[in-house]
């Protein structure tokens, strides 16, 4: 029903900012939570930031809070990842990812996936 895509992935430096974006499609989600995964290689995928679309409220995992902003345009359908003073451990591919039901920060929770996008930070 739902289709998530990622772009905005890329080589920065350490210290360095990038803006991740998910474009959905398919069908709407207004009710539906809205969140940012990342997996390194030989890693679980593991929780960034998660947001609802029609409260506004977001969360961040400690590892990213701080550095990291979720954002949404709901004309767009899309949402954003804003990364900021990134670090070589940030180096992984990030997922974007949708909900229907309740707010979580559990990967397994979550219905909808996109297929990634790389991001690498060199030190």
């Known amino acids: 029903q739902v289709q998530l895509l990622e772009s905005g992935g890329g080589l920065v430096q350490a210290g360095g900012s990038l803006r991740l974006s998910c474009a959905a499609s398919?069908?709407?989600?207004?009710?539906?939570?809205m969140g940012w995964f990342r997996q390194a290689p030989g890693k679980e995928r593991e929780f960034v930031a998660a947001m609802t679309w029609t409260g506004g409220y977001t969360s961040y995992s400690d590892s990213v809070k701080g550095r990291f902003t979720i954002s949404r345009d709901g004309a767009k359908n899309a949402v954003y990842l804003q990364m900021n003073s990134l670090k070589p451990e940030d180096t992984a591919v990030y997922y974007c990812?949708?909900?229907?039901?309740?707010?979580?920060?559990?990967?397994?929770?979550?219905?909808?996936w996109g297929q990634g996008t790389q991001v690498t930070v060199s030190s």
């Open positions: 990812a949708a909900r229907k039901y309740s707010y979580s920060e559990n990967a397994a929770s979550y219905d909808y």
């Open positions: 398919g069908g709407t989600f207004y009710t539906n939570t």
